[in-house]
């Protein structure tokens, strides 16, 4: 157990006997009235969003989990295959867990899931920001840049993003995989 003023964002909790993800936390004090804790909580099993409210000094369940970065190897029906990299052992991870990220997942990619006191798995991500390449777009003219207007591109995993007019095919993109959305073009 600890106290609600010692959990931060990110922080798993186990909030009436499921696990909850902390996504917003802010400290109240309005008027004359007792100070409290504001939380937006993330059920990490169907996802839905919560709203709770603490009181200063409430004691909280936090729980023990352990990160891990494991080497993504391929999606098989609703699971992602994932490898530990120290024992070489294959992990089946729901494909809800990765959101939209999923889409974005190239073959020996780096990702991280969060395990419950070592045994189940309760959340991945994929890495914030990736480097692909183009493989189509149509065709930019010079000139293209003058204008914050946006085109269809598809990226080496199959996905579409949107880009910038001045990017062809074949160039590399960095790419949020959070949005999914284009944040600048690099040189390979």
């Known amino acids: ?58 004691s909280v369940d936090v729980v023990r989990v352990e990160y891990k970065q494991m080497q993504f190897i391929y999606v098989e029906g609703d699971f992602v295959v994932v490898m530990d990299n120290e024992t070489f052992e294959q992990v089946h991870i729901p494909i809800i867990m990765f959101g939209d990220s999923y889409k974005f997942l190239k073959e020996g990619m780096e990702v991280k899931v969060v395990f419950e006191e070592g045994e189940t798995a309760i959340l991945a991500e994929a890495p914030t920001f990736i480097e692909t390449q183009i ?17 269809p591109a598809k990226i080496d995993t199959g996905t579409e993003v949107m880009v910038p007019l001045f990017v062809n095919e074949g160039d590399w993109i960095k790419v949020d995989t959070r949005t999914g959305g284009y944040v600048e073009r690099i040189k390979k």
Do not use: C, W
């Not at 996802?47 to 409210?53: D, I, L, M, P, Y």
């Not at 493989?135 to 085109?151: C, I, S």
């Open 1 to 58: 157990m600890a106290d609600i003023g010692d959990v931060s964002v990110g922080t798993i909790l186990r909030f009436n006997n499921e696990l909850v993800q902390i996504t917003e936390l802010q400290h109240r004090t309005p008027g004359n009235l007792r100070a409290f804790y504001q939380a937006k909580m993330r059920n990490l099993l169907n996802g839905k969003q919560t709203e709770n409210r603490f009181r200063s000094g409430e």
């Open 135 to 151: 493989t189509y777009a149509e065709p930019g003219v010079k000139g293209d840049t003058a204008t914050n207007t946006l085109k």
